[in-house]
C-alpha cells in the first residue's frame, strides 16, 4: 500500500506562487508514476499535470502549461507541483495520484493511489 499526503496549499493573490508537495509513505514510489488533480467546488475532479516514474516524461493540461512545473525527487519519495502565474480559476483542491502501471493510467485519473488534497485559493 501507498499512502500520499499533500501539502503546501493555502491563499495565495492573482499572480502569485505556490508549491504543492505530495509525499509519500509505505512503498518506495521510484517506480511509480504520479500525477496532480484538481476539483473545484461545484465542478468535476481534472487532469492537471503527470510525471512519469524516472522524472523525465511530463505532460501538462493546456489551462497550465508553461505556469505549473511538475516534478519529483524519488530520494526522497516526494512529488511536487511549482504553481506559478496563479489564476482565481486556479482555485480549487488539488490531489496526488500514482500508479505503478502505464502513465496513461494516472493521466486518466484511474490510478491506485489518492491524497487526501490539499486546498489552493487564489484571491483576484
Known amino acids: 500500500q501507498v499512502q500520499l499526503g499533500e501539502s503546501g496549499g493555502g491563499l495565495v493573490q492573482a499572480g502569485g506562487s505556490l508549491r504543492l508537495s505530495c509525499a509519500a509513505s509505505g512503498r518506495t514510489i521510484s517506480h511509480y508514476n504520479m500525477g496532480w488533480f484538481r476539483q473545484a467546488p461545484g465542478k468535476e475532479r481534472e487532469f492537471v499535470a503527470a510525471?512519469?516514474?524516472?522524472?523525465?516524461?511530463?505532460y501538462y493540461a493546456d489551462s497550465v502549461k508553461g505556469r505549473f512545473t511538475i516534478s519529483r525527487y524519488n530520494a526522497k519519495n516526494t512529488m511536487y507541483l511549482q504553481m506559478n502565474s496563479l489564476k482565481p480559476e486556479d482555485t480549487a483542491d488539488y490531489y496526488c495520484n500514482a500508479d505503478d502501471r502505464a502513465l496513461s493510467v494516472v493521466v486518466a485519473g484511474k490510478g491506485d493511489y489518492w491524497g487526501q488534497g490539499t486546498q489552493v485559493t487564489v484571491s483576484s
Open positions: 510525471v512519469g516514474w524516472s522524472g523525465t516524461n511530463t
